[in-house]
């Protein structure tokens, strides 16, 4: 068989609500194929494995155990994506793992020395780098076409139920959420302006809860310096009345753009083309209320496309585009927020 032929076997960890997402964009995958789910809840993975036809085990030691699986992709509590990924490196199993890679520096620096020194590749996924609207800015900005980048923010008002912090929930707690409306939501577009703008030099941040009965916050807000002298401001929250959707908002000496939600180019002025308009792309409110909505439909593709890079990287001898290294930049400037609204103090980043 040669490598074109080749079928990688995955494994699901976590069958959870965003596990179908990623199921599903393994189906996609020609050279994919699902071998097992895993999950600590035996009924949670019997019935995933039931319904797409799969093994099941309880406990990730019977996964690793098995020689047709070649690739473990986590979606479990944030908090245990370093611990399992790490177990799998050391089986010699390549890891793909949901944002955000995890909760601190230091397990994210060990997972990614785990699977350098088993030779193994670490990728993570941060769909919203694969969506049409973010690619367009992003290759625009790279391109220069926006001049001298000025300001780049991103305001996610989002809300949550109270149930999705109750009890026995994982979400919201120090320990497994690692932080709250931050590094859980806003991750996706603070992934995005570190992606678009480039690297951070500075952060001065309040992060607190305001509403929700939790550990860590609820609200965030950032002012920040980029390397390249622009400015910048994060806010993300899920306790505003009903949830908004998200906005990304980048300026340049020669281009402004403004998206709305996940899909909608609100605003679109760049030197060159001041006539264009995006009357034609109909937007939707991503997560803005309910964290499974959006998950589906243009999530699964663009899931396909970044476990297809990890895929292609392995055949290619290279790292996938969005790597461990590349995956900490947003965690370490959502931690140097968290730092900043402790100590009072601007947190400069390395
Ligand atoms: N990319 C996205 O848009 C997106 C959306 C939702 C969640 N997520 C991320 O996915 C991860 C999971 O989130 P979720 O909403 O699916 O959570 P969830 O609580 O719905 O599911 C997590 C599952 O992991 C299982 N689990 C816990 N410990 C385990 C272990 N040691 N081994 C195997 N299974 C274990 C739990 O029993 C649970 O079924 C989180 O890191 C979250 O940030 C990403």
Redesign the pocket.
Known sequence: MSDLDRKYGFAV???????D?HIQAIQQLENAHLVAV????AE?ARAKAEQYDCEYH???ANVLACDDVDVVNI????G??AK?GIQAAEAGKHVIC???IDITLQSIDSLIAACRDNGVKLAA???LRSYPIFNRIKSAVDGGRFGKLLYGSCFVPWWRERAYYGPG???GTKAM?GGGALM?QSI?FIDLLIWIMGRVSTVFGHAEHLYHDIETEDCGTAVLKFANGAHGIIQGTTCTYRGLPARLEIHGTKGNAYTVGDETMQLWQVEGDEDEVDADLQGHVG?ASD?KS??MGY?VAAHVEQIGDLLASIEEGREPRLNGPEARRAVEVILAIYESSETGNVVRLG
């Open positions: 960890i976590g069958c959870g609500v965003i596990s997402t895993c999950d600590v809840d949670a309880t406990d990730i979606v479990v509590p944030s245990l994506h399992l949901t944002k955000p996924t941060h769909q929930r994982w979400q959420d859980n996706h997560g964290p959006g998950m999530a």
